[in-house]
C-alpha cells in the first residue's frame, strides 16, 4: 500500500521559512509527477508547485521566487523550501504523486504565518 508522509508545517512569523518533507513507502517504481498543493477552509485546493521525474517545475504565480520545490526520486520523495513566508500562505499542505494510473495524496500539514 502506498503512503505520503508529511513533515515540516508550523507556526512561522512573516518573513520567515519553513522546508516541507514528502516521502513515500510502498512503492515499487518511480512516480512521474510530484507536487504540493494547499488548501484553506472555504476554498478549493490549489496547486502550489510540482515536479516531473524529468525534472521541470511549475509553480503558483502567488509563490514564485518564494518557494523552491526538489525531488528525490532514489527516496520517493518530494520537498519544498518555503521563504518569505506571508499571512495568506497559511493553509494545510498536502503532497501529491502520481504515477500513470494513480494519484496518492499525504494527510496535510499545516502551515501557520503569523506573528
Known amino acids: 500500500q502506498v503512503q505520503l508522509a508529511e513533515s515540516g508545517g508550523g507556526l512561522v512569523q512573516p518573513g520567515g521559512s519553513l522546508k516541507l518533507s514528502c516521502v513515500a513507502s510502498g512503492i515499487p517504481y518511480t512516480f512521474n509527477d510530484m507536487g504540493w498543493y494547499r488548501q484553506v477552509p472555504g476554498k478549493q485546493r490549489e496547486l502550489v508547485a510540482r515536479?516531473?521525474?524529468?525534472?521541470?517545475?511549475n509553480y503558483a504565480d502567488s509563490v514564485k521566487g518564494r518557494f523552491t520545490i526538489s525531488r528525490d526520486s532514489a527516496k520517493s520523495a518530494v520537498y519544498l523550501q518555503m521563504n518569505n513566508l506571508k499571512p495568506e500562505d497559511t493553509a494545510v499542505y498536502y503532497c501529491?504523486?502520481?504515477?500513470?494510473?494513480?494519484?496518492?495524496w499525504g494527510q496535510g500539514t499545516q502551515v501557520t504565518v503569523s506573528s
Open positions: 515536479v516531473t521525474r524529468g525534472g521541470s517545475t
Open positions: 501529491k504523486a502520481s504515477t500513470w494510473t494513480d494519484v496518492y
